[in-house]
């Protein structure tokens, strides 16, 4: 769920209050900072541009300066003197807005190591899986108690689910998954089960 502005600030003002702020910006580096010599007046943190953002803009610099176009909420366009730019890779900014990309981060498509998520290189396709979770899953607790452990999703293309859909253990995904039951009807599906390129509506097609 996207936060309202208004809402922002008041998370923010809370985590200023209680400190915690501070702790987060010590170790995420989150921020811009100002140079105590004044060499440098900024610094930016950048991601690459996609495609269609490169055909749009062919030009990101002018005359050898970086130019800032999107900033929280409005466009602007200045030239900053003495500034730094440091390339931040997307993956820093994996979204978590629903239950369904929590399904994607938790899964073997990535691992974490010393707190950092990183791509799992034996997936091949270079694009994450498109996950719908029902409103069943909605919920965090819903969507733990779903789930015994969460899929293998290394080889899965799609995966949508619908209805009162419960998961064992060990359970592979590949290929385009469907899941989708009618109300008053329950699935569980099996320990260690292998689901590939498979469209269930009934507890007899698993």
Not at 20 to 37: E, P, R
Not at 124 to 137: H, K, Q, T
Not at 177 to 182: A, D, F, K, L
């Amino acid at each position: 769920m996207r936060r309202s502005p208004s809402e922002q600030n008041e998370v923010l003002l809370s985590l200023k209050s209680s400190g915690k702020l501070d702790v987060l910006l010590s170790q995420l580096g989150l921020g811009d900072i100002v140079s105590a010599h004044g060499k440098l007046l900024k610094y930016f943190r950048l991601t690459p541009a996609s495609l269609a953002k490169v055909e749009e803009k062919s030009s990101h610099s002018h005359e050898g300066k970086f130019k800032l176009g999107e900033i929280g909420q409005m466009s602007i366009k200045h030239f900053f003197d003495s500034a730094i730019g440091i390339n931040v890779p997307h993956s820093r900014y994996l979204p978590v807005e629903s239950t369904s990309d929590l399904l994607i981060l938790q899964s073997d498509l990535y691992n974490c190591i010393d707190g950092v998520l990183t791509r799992n290189r034996a997936r091949v396709n270079p694009a994450n899986p498109c996950i719908e979770l029902g409103p069943e899953f909605e919920e965090v607790s819903d969507f733990h108690s779903r789930f015994k452990s969460i899929p293998s999703m290394i080889e899965l293309d799609s995966l949508k689910v619908n209805g009162d859909v419960w998961f064992g253990t060990g359970i592979t995904l590949k290929g385009k998954v469907s899941i989708s039951v009618q109300p008053g009807m329950k699935i569980v599906i099996p320990d260690d089960a292998v689901l590939e390129d498979k469209d269930i509506n009934g507890p007899g097609e698993i």
